[in-house]
């Protein structure tokens, strides 16, 4: 019989987990929104001002109130027609109102979207669509940065030892006595430059810690263990021993703690678009949705909010779960 | 342990530098000149050169780095860039507001994650149990974004029963009337991560040698509880709320900020918005201190109340 891998071994673990195997499908669901997105076949247009202003959902009908502007626009037409001679700039009013009316003079603005419209009348399924694009986008490169620094830093230390750990010790200990969320803000201050690069460096440089302190002890776990002296003793380099020989043996630890890092620059995300340090104003996120979102709660226009916290919510939730699955999984000990 | 104490005091030393040199780092070399930003849209080079040398950002680094120093160790980090107000007086008067929030905020919270972990932990495996961590779950993947916007909306906008921000003289008035609504959605954001931490620390204690004898001896399930698990539990979770001190100190900054309380979190923000460089340097230094006190604070703690634990 043929010996099974420690990945086949976890994968037919994680199968037997139904919950974790239903998140493990709904965070696929969401990676192919973020590459459709990516590939311009979902929400391409999400700029375009498709519905009229706080365009309701459609399953809830268009609005039967008229807005007020549209009433005092009829009124001012009547009052011009009393004076009982023609306007001569009439016909180019009209030209300018259908202009300013529609994005463009050919197609009409629709009274309903499908999720609903914002204060310009974008279609909010096409910005949630986009945004997931956008925020996935930040969460998955800056936990891969994250990860890669975390596991460099953390493997040159526990395997080298002696000053290189005594000084990834240190820089450890200055970046974790900062609350992160300060660190972040503070270099956020300090770039004062919004973009998605950005954010995915910020978040990626000051988040590899969590990583670095459990793949150090995972190194220091193996660089004494006998295939690793043995790896030695054939005349393996340092860096052979690091990366090739004790790294498979410790990936399970990184995939972990990477997906646990894309929960949480996914959150920070959020908050530094939402405070503006975030993506820039072309580009839409969850971060920039809630940002619009909550001076149109107060006028009553929920949808928005809506859509970007459960978009928001079932991807966190889902990946949530799939961590826990996944550690379950690759945990040996439960072998 | 004062050995042990001495010993970590030492070692704030090079942590302490690290800070220092990090956030000159960022400040004076990656932020670099924020004269342009400050002389604002029309502006002469002589402004410039003016604004420039009233920053100190016309020295060379090392006189910078001095001047920094000297700034950290004597806590006088000069005037704010944008109101002139010295950054000690911001802090001192700032400091109230954030702890008439944070003090309520951390005792509450606690002390219902903990009843609720409890009972979860006391039905283990049952329905409500799993319904709770569902919940808890799911209440986590909100954004505290949401949780401040949506409580804001319905408690203050829309029922009125919580002013919709402000702040006022007495401290019963700030306290009752202005904070409680940022409290209450505190609360709500640190219950769900609260219940689920906790519900670990009990579960480790229930299966414990001790309280099969206890149930042997024929003790009731409350007594147990409230007398044996929760004394046990309680040891992880007084170190975690000590560990969470610095991170709520800066991060109740976006509730600070809606609910329009005049406290440290919110100067941070509007520093940063403002890139008033003397405000977040100094928060920095006062919060990584803070945190290097607290964690010192939360490991002696530890050892009081678990004389097993050894220090080293």
């Known amino acids: 019989m043929r010996e099974q891998g420690v990945w086949a071994l976890a994968w037919k673990r994680f199968r037997r987990d139904r919950l974790g195997f239903a998140s493990l499908i709904v965070v696929l669901v969401y990676v192919a929104i973020m590459l459709g997105a990516a590939a311009g076949w979902l929400g391409p247009d999400w700029n375009a001002e498709a519905g009229v202003s706080f365009a309701p959902p459609t399953f809830l009908g268009p609005e039967a109130v008229e807005s007020p502007q549209l009433a005092k626009a009829a009124e001012g037409a009547q009052a011009v027609a009393d004076y009982g001679i023609a306007d001569p700039l009439a016909p180019d009013l009209t030209e300018i109102a259908k202009t300013l009316s529609g994005a463009s003079t050919t197609s009409a603005r629709a009274v309903t979207l499908p999720l609903g419209g914002d204060k310009w009348g974008r279609d909010v399924l096409k910005k949630v669509l986009k945004g997931t694009q956008t925020s996935l986008v930040v969460g998955l490169s800056a936990a891969a940065l994250a990860a890669f620094l975390g596991t460099l830093f953390g493997a040159l230390a526990g395997f080298r030892g002696g000053w290189v750990d005594d000084f990834f010790n240190w820089l450890y200990s200055v970046f974790t006595s900062i609350p992160y969320l300060l660190l972040v803000l503070a270099i956020a201050a300090v770039v004062n430059q919004k973009g998605t690069f950005t954010v995915i460096l910020i978040l990626g440089l000051t988040g590899w810690t969590g990583i670095f302190r459990l793949i150090r002890a995972e190194y220091l776990k193996h660089r004494v263990r006998e295939y690793v002296l043995a790896a030695d003793a054939i005349g393996a380099s340092g860096a052979r021993r690091m990366f090739v020989h004790i790294l498979p043996n410790v990936s399970h630890v990184v995939l972990v703690q990477l997906s646990i890092c894309v929960v949480l620059f996914i959150k920070s995300e959020v908050i530094l678009t939402f405070l503006g340090f975030g993506v820039g104003v072309d580009t839409v996120s969850w971060g920039s949705m809630l940002a619009e979102a909550g001076s149109e709660l107060l006028l009553g226009k929920w949808w928005q909010l809506t859509a970007a916290t459960v978009a928001m919510a079932i991807l966190v939730t889902a990946f949530s779960l799939f961590t826990d699955a996944m550690r379950d999984a690759l945990d040996p000990r439960l072998k | 342990m004062l050995a042990y104490t001495l010993r970590r005091l030492w070692q704030f030393i090079p942590t302490l530098a690290g800070v220092i ?152 008035d700030n306290l009752l009337r202005y904070s409680a609504l940022a409290i209450i959605v505190g609360i709500a954001v640190s219950l769900a991560p609260d219940i689920r931490l906790y519900r670990t620390f009990f579960l480790d204690e229930i299966n414990q040698d001790y309280v099969r004898t206890a149930r042997a001896k024929g003790m009731s399930e409350t007594r147990i509880m409230w007398v044996h698990v929760l004394r046990n539990a309680a040891i992880p979770m007084v170190t975690n709320v000590l560990l969470q001190l610095p991170g709520l100190l800066a991060g109740a900054f976006l509730i600070e900020r809606f609910f329009g309380i005049p406290g440290i979190g919110r100067e941070v923000i509007l520093a940063v918005e403002r890139s008033d460089f003397p405000i977040i340097k100094a928060v920095t230094i006062y919060v990584a201190v803070a945190t290097m006190i607290i964690n010192l604070l939360a490991d002696l703690l530890y050892k009081a109340i678990d004389p097993r634990v050894v220090l080293k």
């Open chain 2, 21 to 172: 040199l990090l956030v000159f780092f960022l400040f004076n070399w990656v932020g670099g000149d924020p004269a342009y930003l400050l002389a604002g849209k029309i502006s002469s080079p002589d402004m410039i050169a003016n604004i420039r040398r009233q920053l100190g950002v016309d020295e060379p680094y090392g006189v910078q780095l001095w001047i920094f120093l000297k700034q950290v160790l004597s806590g006088d980090f000069g005037a704010s860039w944008s109101t002139n107000e010295r950054v000690a007086e911001i802090f001192a008067t700032r400091l109230g507001p954030s702890l008439t929030v944070l003090v309520p905020l951390l005792l509450i919270s606690t002390l219902l994650g903990m009843a609720a972990a409890m009972l979860v932990a006391h039905v283990r495996g049952s329905l409500t149990d799993r319904a709770v961590m569902v919940a808890c779950t799911v209440g986590q993947s909100i954004s505290i974004l949401v949780y401040i916007l949506v409580f804001q909306y319905l408690f203050a906008y829309q029922l009125g029963w919580f002013p919709v921000q402000g702040w006022g003289v007495t401290f019963a």
